[in-house]
């Protein structure tokens, strides 16, 4: 009976043994989630990962911003912060001790600002190295490369596009189209390179003949259709893409580039029928610029040098009478003459439209007075 007793009280003794080292083999971790100027962060997710020996934990930041998980087994943990299912931040390697709480906070409002340097690949300072985590050292990495490197082509796009455009002011117009057309492979998303590249080939078609200038009038098109992709909206595209049309002579093609151009830039769209009637008198299509500067006038009733070239443009189509001598002008050549004088009466070209008048009619109808 006493060996039973004796037995008994031992292993009484072993088990308090036991539980006495099992209780003392476990940590806490505590700590603060704040955010911007310091506010405490209420209802934060704090994953507990042991990482030495399978565990998993979690708890949740109190109204002031703290958290604390007591009875962790001692081991190494990682430490995730979640806000509203976002990662935040991870922090590896945390060891926990005996007795008292290991303490692991987070300065949210810091931690975007290290994300924001290490995502930016802008020069980060020493102290905001050490305070990166792995993951954001390396894509801090990453985003440095991939500057330097886009330093590096905007330095070529800028080199090539700028001797593109001296070789255009130049009147080198082969020249401009190599260097610009190197920069459109530089760097496909600018519309402005597109565009010169456009004006480059439209240039240097005029400058040739035969196929080869078909061919740089069919490139334009092609380069205005890339800036146009990219800035849809800019009705100077659609028109210069027109013209391009317009001088290979597919006028079809041309007039609905024209008329897109008009509808995206409404604004400016009489000037762009005054910029194709001027074009077509120069090409000597007589038709087509009356038709331009027709349209013009159509859209804005008081665009008074539209009136006049268009006074001018109809000149171009005067017959004669069949005593040989007497001229008869074109239906509307007289009227617009002098719609000119009445919308400018002291306009620039008021002298000129009075002299047509006289030498078509005979008789001037305008209130034009010379007031030196």
Known sequence: MLVNTLRMALLACTFLLFSSLSFAQTGSLAGKVTGEGGSPIEGALLKIERTDIRGNYQVKTKGNGEYFHAGLPLGTYRVTLEIKGEVIESVNGVRLSLGGATDVDFDVAEIMKRRQAAS???????????????????????????????????????EAFNAGMTAKEMKDFATAVTKLQAASELDPSQHVVWAQLADAHMSLAQTITGDEQNQHYSAAVASYDKAIELQPKAGAYHYNKGLAYMRAGDMEQGEAALLLAAQVDPANSAKYFFNLGVTMENSQNVDAAVNAYRKATEIDPKYADAFYRLGIALTGKISVAEDGVTMIPAPGTVEAFQKYLDLEPNGANAEAAKASIEGLTQKVETTFENKQ
């Open 120 to 158: 930016s690949g802008a020069p980060a300072t020493e102290e905001q190295l050490r305070s990166m985590s792995e993951g954001e050292r390396q894509a801090y990495e990453q985003a440095l490369k991939a500057r330097q490197q886009q330093l590096s082509r905007n330095k070529e796009l800028n």
